[in-house]
């Protein structure tokens, strides 16, 4: 049993002003692991107010003050990368080896990724008209956090503002505290002055809410759900602030006859899955050209069967279970869905599978014959469930991708070089992957219409926490 009653503000683990408690559940069997002491405004407060004090002297750090705290930071987050893949597959679930390669990996990657932008960023720049340009933190930034890639997103947000010389108060998701604890411990270590980074656990509406509408919070940068990504954007606005916002997605993988059809089908479910689905960026509408249309449909079924669900301690490729009942509800909500508006279920479906009954797991599955309009085709599922759309030209390809309320990410699978990149080009969607290859660290990841707005990683992440300030040159 883990009891979290302390949050790091000002350089240390101090008694929160909260007095209210949620339990931290084990998703692999429901089992109650320790418990969470959730903040109150008052907490926030606090934290705000100690990374205001700090932003002073931060602020005029110099770049090599902060690259070389950058690389302490570096140097521990990889000794402690088992601690953070460990915390995660306890809290919400992530198999041991994709939360050790993949999940925990992703602290180091986006390190490294910043490291490099910050690196390269000239600190002052003469533009063609004489004038000259500079580059600022923004200030005090306040950071919201979902559950489903814990560390990928605090990594993505906290980096950027020590890199930039900004302070900030992080929000974790109140479903994965553990893995957020180490990272603050991490970043204790590497010895940043008290107060440039303060944790408060809580809630949406206790903590959350607060962080976005205090009034010494000059930015918020928030990911989940575009339902709270929204609420955010309404408690920011009476302030002014810069709200960057990665929300939900619906991507298409679009699959072209063209394509070496085992191995892309095949990848494609494999990725819908990862995670247990639980992605906003999953290929979760598989976009199918009618003539290779039935064959999809076989290799679709023979890979989503093959997927092995497995205890998420145990090490392997399996996914694990759905993070909680809330999560585990809705997507059986979701296939019942499917099934009552006349989908072509191919495999899985509701109920758990054998031998598996005590967690969240669920049945991988997959939906053909399935129209863009239904429930099963709009909505983000969050769960290993997939739907295939057949289409007749890549005209209509590209208007059935297009036509969702997300643009977060999009999959192209095609031997044509030239339909690879006509199409990427007409896609309504922020990162493209095509045959397989994804985009890498220190690219930037973010999305189109209810997706979001603003970018996340490498220099494009680094410029979202800064002001830009422009002089004219001194003339005697
Ligand atoms: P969520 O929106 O329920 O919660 C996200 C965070 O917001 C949590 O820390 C929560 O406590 C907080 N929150 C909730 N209501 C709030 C409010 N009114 N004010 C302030 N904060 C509030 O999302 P979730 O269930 O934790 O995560 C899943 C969602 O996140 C999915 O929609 C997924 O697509 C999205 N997501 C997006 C990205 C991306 O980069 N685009 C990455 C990961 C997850």
């Known amino acids: 049993m883990q009891t979290l009653d302390t949050f790091y503000i000002g350089g240390a683990w101090v008694t929160p002003d909260g007095q209210a408690t949620m339990p931290i559940r084990n998703p692999a069997d429901n089992s109650r692991i320790g418990t969470l002491t959730l903040g109150s405004p008052t907490d926030v407060d606090r934290a705000v107010s100690a990374a205001k004090n700090a932003f002073e002297s931060f602020s005029r750090t110099t770049k090599d003050e902060r690259l070389a705290l950058l690389h302490k930071l570096l140097e521990i987050t990889r000794r402690r990368q088992g601690d953070l893949a460990r915390a995660m597959t306890t809290e919400m679930g992530a198999p041991a080896t994709m939360s050790h390669d993949v999940q925990a990996a992703s602290a180091i990657g986006h390190l490294e990724a910043f490291i490099a932008a910050l690196d390269g960023l000239p600190e002052e720049e003469t533009l063609p008209n004489g004038d000259i340009l500079t580059r600022e933190p923004i200030g005090v930034v306040g950071m919201i956090t979902p559950w489903n890639w814990p560390i990928n997103q605090i990594a993505l947000k906290v ?48 903590v959350g809410a607060a ?35 990665e929300l939900g997605g619906k991507s298409p993988n679009l699959v072209f006859a063209d394509c070496d059809l085992e191995t892309r089908i095949a990848e494609g479910v494999a990725e819908c899955f990862d995670n247990t689905g639980q992605s906003c960026n999953a290929p979760t ?23 092995k669900v497995d205890e998420p301690a145990k090490a392997g490729d399996h996914i694990g279970p759905l993070f909680d009942e809330i999560q585990y509800d809705r997507v059986q909500a979701m296939i019942q869905a499917g099934i009552d508006e006349g989908a072509t279920l191919l495999t899985g479906g509701l109920g758990k599978p054998e031998g598996l009954e005590d967690g969240w797991f669920v049945r991988p599955t997959v939906f053909a014959d399935v129209d863009n309009a239904m429930t099963i085709a709009r909505e983000e599922i969050f769960g290993p469930v997939l739907v295939m759309i057949p289409f007749e030209t890549e005209e209509e390809a ?36 095509i045959n397989g290859r994804g985009t890498d660290y220190g690219s930037p ?32």
């Open 159 to 206: 980096i950027p503002a020590l890199a930039t010389g900004a302070t900030c108060v992080l929000k974790p998701s109140e479903h994965t505290p553990l893995s957020a604890n180490i990272y603050a411990e991490i970043v204790h270590e590497a010895g940043y002055p008290a107060g440039v980074f303060n944790l408060v656990h809580g809630d949406g509406p206790g």
């Open 211 to 245: 962080i976005a509408g205090h009034p010494d919070v000059a930015m918020v940068s928030f990911t989940g759900s575009t339902r709270a990504g929204t609420e955010v954007s309404r408690a920011a606005a009476p302030g002014v602030k810069r709200v960057t916002l």
């Open 285 to 307: 509408r598989m976009l199918v050209e009618r003539s290779c249309y039935d064959r999809a449909k076989q290799l679709a079924r023979r890979a989503a069967e093959a997927q």
């Open 398 to 433: 590209i208007a059935i991708a297009n036509d969702t309320d997300y643009g977060l990410a999009a999959f192209v699978q095609t031997g044509d070089a030239a339909r690879a990149r006509r199409v990427a080009d007409r896609l309504r969607a922020g990162v493209i992957a």
């Open 445 to 476: 990841f973010g999305g189109y219409k209810k997706s979001g707005n603003g970018r996340e990683g490498g220099v494009f992440g680094l410029e979202d926490y800064q002001e830009i300030k422009v002089r004219a040159p001194f003339v005697a």
